[in-house]
């Protein structure tokens, strides 16, 4: 898979900095009384990872400090450059370890868990980390007197999905809520973004095999978020008293199917691969061979991302989101071109005068 390169970061920065609706400071900075005045600290569990990242650039917008706590501090130096000199500090926290949890939350205001896993690989298990590990962070929070406690979920999130990971992500709620019944829930559809793990993974598919896999004909709908949006929003529900209990729904302004998404992604990248569909019973299948390949690598597909693949993963109207954040989503559209180049046959500038006349032509 190509790495980003420095003009993509910049195209994406600027991208954030210039939209009006990237960071609504208003209402951030009424939490703040200038640089000067940092005095909320926030602990972020798993803050060195995609949506992290983002998550932490906002809240050291929004004049707090920000603690990262991670499993390996010594691979996440640079988040210090996200804010001023001291602003944010990182240190290591294990989701299994109580200790180092109480450490990373010594002081803190507030504490945002991020922390979740795709796949179950080892110790790394859905249970481990989505239930047991969430429950270990709100009563260590709990203990410690923190007056707000952020979860991310997951959209889906079902105690009665055939999916394990979306089974987790409910008790994970539930365990959490059980200690903290005004903890705040964000619950994001996939997210797309530079670094993102779907749009990439297909993307860099199609540049060695033939066919893209539509899994149960590709008919299963997305309502893809932008990082950014998110970032922004999971900083609004750590800052923002109104917050405070509520479950927070958040996808982008258009809804796609599977096979719109890989076709969109081949669009993008310039390449003609074939669509090919494949029944949920022949998909449980791969996804078998996929949990025995988790061991060692990452796997293509598991069988409990098949199971996932059965429900849509769209909003669904009953719980607030962005709007009621006051964001306004970013479209795929607008940002899945200022990343995904990086997979075209003679990057970037590859094609682009036929491009630039389709535009002239719409």
Same mark, same amino acid.
């Given at each position: 898979?190509?790495?980003?390169?420095?003009?993509?970061?910049?195209?994406?920065?600027?991208?954030?900095?210039?939209?009006?609706?990237?960071?609504?400071?208003?209402?951030?900075?009424?939490?703040?009384?200038?640089?000067?005045?940092?005095?909320?600290?926030?602990?972020?569990?798993?803050?060195?990872?995609?949506?992290?990242?983002?998550?932490?650039?906002?809240?050291?917008?929004?004049?707090?400090?920000?603690?990262?706590?991670?499993?390996?501090?010594?691979?996440?130096?640079?988040?210090?450059?996200?804010?001023?000199?001291?602003?944010?500090?990182?240190?290591?926290?294990?989701?299994?370890?109580?200790?180092?949890?109480?450490?990373?939350?010594?002081?803190?205001? *507030?504490?945002?868990?991020? !922390?979740?896993?795709?796949?179950?690989? /080892?110790?790394?298990? &859905? %249970?481990? @980390?989505? #239930?047991?590990?969430?429950?270990?962070?709100?009563?260590?929070?709990?203990?410690?007197?923190?007056?707000?406690?952020?979860?991310?979920?997951?959209?889906?999130?079902?105690?009665?999905?055939?999916?394990?990971?979306?089974?987790?992500?409910?008790?994970?709620?539930?365990?959490?809520?059980?200690?903290?019944?005004?903890?705040?829930?964000?619950?994001?559809?996939?997210?797309?973004?530079?670094?993102?793990?779907?749009?990439?993974?297909?993307?860099?598919? *199609?540049?060695?095999?033939? !066919?893209?896999?539509?899994?149960?004909? /590709?008919?299963?709908? &997305? %309502?893809? @978020?932008? #990082?950014?949006?998110?970032?922004?929003?999971?900083?609004?529900?750590?800052?923002?008293?109104?917050?405070?209990?509520?479950?927070?729904?958040?996808?982008?302004?258009?809804?796609?199917?599977?096979?719109?998404?890989?076709?969109?992604?081949?669009?993008?990248?310039?390449?003609?691969?074939?669509?090919?569909?494949?029944?949920?019973?022949?998909?449980?299948?791969?996804?078998?061979?996929?949990?025995?390949?988790?061991?060692?690598?990452?796997?293509?597909?598991?069988?409990?991302?098949?199971?996932?693949?059965?429900?849509?993963?769209?909003?669904?109207?009953?719980?607030?989101?962005?709007?009621?954040?006051?964001?306004?989503?970013?479209?795929?559209?607008?940002?899945?071109?200022?990343?995904?180049?990086?997979?075209?046959?003679?990057?970037?500038?590859?094609?682009?005068?036929?491009?630039?006349?389709?535009?002239?032509?719409?």
């Amino acid at each position: 898979m190509a790495p980003p390169q420095a003009g993509q970061r910049a195209n994406l920065a600027a991208h954030c900095e210039a939209s009006p609706h990237r960071l609504n400071r208003t209402r951030l900075q009424s939490h703040r009384s200038g640089r000067a005045a940092m005095q909320n600290l926030v602990t972020v569990f798993g803050g060195s990872g995609f949506v992290g990242t983002q998550a932490v650039r906002y809240l050291a917008k929004a004049g707090w400090r920000v603690r990262v706590a991670v499993r390996n501090p010594n691979l996440a130096y640079k988040m210090r450059l996200l804010g001023d000199v001291g602003q944010i500090d990182v240190v290591q926290a294990n989701l299994r370890n109580g200790p180092s949890i109480e450490r990373a939350l010594e002081g803190a205001t *507030a504490s945002l868990n991020l !922390v979740g896993v795709g796949y179950e690989a /080892g110790r790394q298990g &859905f %249970q481990a @980390v989505h #239930v047991m590990g969430a429950r270990n962070v709100a009563e260590a929070a709990r203990a410690m007197g923190l007056s707000r406690i952020v979860q991310m979920s997951a959209l889906g999130a079902d105690a009665e999905s055939p999916s394990k990971y979306l089974r987790t992500k409910a008790e994970g709620e539930a365990a959490v809520r059980e200690i903290y019944p005004d903890a705040v829930v964000a619950r994001p559809s996939i997210v797309f973004g530079t670094g993102d793990g779907f749009f990439n993974k297909f993307a860099g598919m *199609a540049q060695i095999s033939p !066919v893209l896999p539509l899994i149960g004909g /590709g008919q299963t709908r &997305f %309502q893809p @978020v932008f #990082v950014g949006d998110l970032g922004q929003a999971l900083a609004h529900m750590v800052v923002t008293d109104a917050a405070a209990g509520q479950t927070y729904e958040l996808g982008g302004p258009s809804v796609f199917t599977f096979k719109e998404l890989m076709e969109r992604i081949l669009a993008e990248t310039g390449q003609r691969r074939l669509l090919l569909p494949i029944p949920f019973p022949v998909a449980a299948l791969l996804g078998k061979v996929g949990d025995v390949m988790s061991a060692v690598v990452p796997p293509p597909v598991t069988s409990d991302q098949v199971d996932a693949l059965r429900s849509d993963n769209v909003v669904s109207g009953r719980y607030p989101g962005l709007a009621e954040l006051g964001l306004s989503p970013t479209s795929l559209e607008a940002i899945l071109p200022t990343y995904l180049y990086a997979y075209r046959k003679g990057g970037q500038y590859a094609d682009q005068d036929a491009r630039e006349m389709e535009a002239g032509r719409a």
